[in-house]
């Protein structure tokens, strides 16, 4: 299964976007994660990644088969306000496919850049 940038995008402005965290319950995800044009096991997978990078407050069992998500990380928020806005996104991912594919790494030296740009430009 493959990392996916756009998906975890989606997944960390679903997490920043609900109003709360409800008790843990029955092995339901705190927050729904559900997106039309990705299976469970995707959503699941890239819930996994975001964890391991820190991005994501999570619990979770000894399979990606559920998760609960409590928030974004200090880090997960950094992340997410770099990618938010769909034109800096889109930037972003065009500068990336130069190089084949989305090294985290890169993508954030490319975010910060970029919203560095836009903002210069605000300020001029």
Do not use: C
């Amino acid at each position: 299964m493959k990392r996916d940038m756009d998906l975890i995008r989606k997944i960390l402005i679903r997490i920043e976007k609900y109003p709360h965290f409800p008790e843990v319950s029955a092995g339901k995800p705190e927050i729904p994660m559900e997106f039309d044009e990705y299976s469970q096991e995707e959503v699941y997978y890239n819930l996994n990644l975001l964890s391991q990078a820190g991005l994501v407050n999570s619990d979770h069992g000894n399979t990606y088969s559920y998760r609960f998500v409590h928030g974004l990380t200090w880090q997960g928020h950094e992340f997410l306000d770099l990618m938010k806005k769909d034109t800096l996104w889109k930037k972003a991912k065009d500068a990336m496919k130069e190089t084949g594919g989305m090294a985290f790494q890169v993508l954030m030296r490319i975010l910060i850049e970029t919203a560095t740009r836009a903002a210069m430009g605000q300020l001029q």
